[in-house]
């Protein structure tokens, strides 16, 4: 091409052309792209260097590509000019159509601005349209517009050429031929940068699917065969807490294999009582310990941990639960609690847990009304004593308490007034001097006479027999709702809730005829007496001074008996 003369371009300098722009949108990679675009340029278009300047995110432009000269390309591949410069030079001069042509005239104040540039020896122009070293002609490389139409997109880089062959300024062909040249250059250098981002893109997402796949892989082992139950369960939506997945460890725990755990829910084998547990767990994610039905019936103590989890970015969430076996522990609590609350000799509930029971039975605002004297006398004789404080020995995960049927509530002990809660029934004892049909919570206090003459007697081993079983004759001579406590020593203690004065007569006669019967111990069979005091509840009053009352009467009723009446034998 640089022997061609205007207007008459040879078929070979066409082809050249073609063959370039052929070159260089077959190149493989950004970077053979961009030196394909170099040499096209002295290949092709007849000069003897060419230079590719491309814009970096930061605006700048690097040199990315050199042709021509293998020192200038050492020298200045791989340095950067400043947006600015570039912006500078590219207003300067002539413009060609797209093209810019700084002559060197002109282009002496660019020799110590920060653009990458080499140097040419030679002689001045002897003529009009000759090239001089100097000479600088730029050719912008624009993306292509919206429309895929012409420069006028934004700028990707520039084409730097220097020295045409023929020692001349390129004529309008040869400037028609570089302009389209650069064109079809930021053609193929924008689908070269396309296609090496989605290439790392896809390099990118294959190695997101490896760490995916083997994420789940170890999710998957991890969940299939961890020591512990295991499940996931959908969340929210109709099928909410539906099990979706369970692995071995669940199953075997449950006893139901992992085909029949997908047709239940949690909700479908929790007890009954942690219902409301399970669905306060289900819904904030969290712990709870509750109770799951087993495929024989039982029940199993478990603790149960749930995850909120997102399948991806937006997909739907599932609860990932993990069951642990807590049977052991929960059995172990149970009997530390027991042995808290019940005397260790005959498994009674102790003097803390009578005081407990009595106390929840108790408010501290007495009823509209005169007291009965008896219930009047007590309180202004322990006007001094402080209220006792309920002591709470069940864990709550095991409910209310069986003597407290029907009085599940305890007032808080801020509460100063009791309007707000009108389902508590006042306990209030049965007037003294008649029969009004009163019923109310009777408190017996048993004391055993003889029982000291037997400890010294026979030994103590007597009369631990002898304790374990008036023990049980008063445990089967009460109703089942009935608290019968131990309080210390041979003295025992009977709550019964709903008794007439007559009633709890009756019932301190039935028990002391159990009492007095024959007891074999150490071999032989002794006998003990039993009084009883009877003192009654009544909201107002604390506990202490409910068997205070109590006592005072056993006294009473054991000092107006002949001694002889008092002791078995």
Known sequence: METDSEPYVRLASLRQLHQAMAAMNSARSLADTLQTVADGVVDALGYELACVNLVRPDGDLVVAAF????????????????????????????????LIFIPHTEGWVLDDDDVPQWY????????????????????PMYAPGPQGGGACGEL???????????????????????????????????????RSNMQRALVRLERDQQA????????????????????????????????????????RLLGRPASAMRRYSFSDLVHPEDIGTLLRTSAEGGRAELRLARRDGTYLWVSLRNSVVADAADGPRFLLTHVEDIEERKRRELHLAHRASHDSLTGLPNSA??????????????????????????????????????????????????FDRGHDFDFPPEAGTFEGYDHHVHAVAPDEDRDDGTKGLAV??????????????FGHNAGDAVLIEVARRLSDGVRDGDTVARLGGDEFVILANGLGRADAQDLA????????????????????????????AHCGMTADEVLKSADERMYVEKRSRPKQHRRAG
């Not at 340095?79 to 797209?98: I, P």
Request: hydrophobic share 40%.
């Open 509 to 536: 006669v039935r028990l002391r005829n159990e009492i007095i019967q024959p007891i074999r111990a150490e071999g032989r069979a002794v006998r003990v007496g039993a009084s009883f005091g009877i003192g009654w």
């Open 120 to 139: 040419t020896d030679g002689p001045a122009p002897r003529f009009e349209d000759e090239w001089h070293p100097s000479d600088r002609l730029f050719a």
């Open 353 to 402: 847990e009578l005081r407990a029971r009595l106390s929840a039975r108790l408010c501290r605002q007495r009823p509209q009304g005169a007291l009965p004297a008896a219930v009047a006398d007590s309180l202004a004789a322990f006007e001094s004593f402080d209220s006792f404080e309920p002591f709470d020995s069940q864990d709550a995960a095991h409910g209310p308490p069986a």
């Open 67 to 98: 042709s021509g000269n293998a020192a200038a390309e050492a020298l200045i591949t791989g340095r950067v000019g400043s947006r600015e410069s570039w912006e500078r030079r590219l207003s300067m001069g002539e413009s060609w159509g797209d």
């Open 444 to 457: 017996l206090f048993c004391d055993l006479d003889g029982f000291k003459s037997i400890n010294d007697r």
């Open 156 to 194: 990707i880089g520039v084409l730097s050429v220097d020295r045409p062959r023929n020692g001349r300024l390129p004529g309008a062909w040869g400037r028609e031929a570089l302009q389209m040249y650069a064109f079809q250059a930021a053609i193929a250098i924008s689908n070269a940068r396309l």
């Open 212 to 251: 995916l796949r083997a994420s789940e892989e170890s999710f998957r082992q991890a969940f299939e065969y961890a020591p512990s139950g295991m499940a996931v369960a959908e969340l929210g939506g109709d099928q909410h807490g539906r099990i979706l997945r369970t692995n071995d460890a669940l199953c």
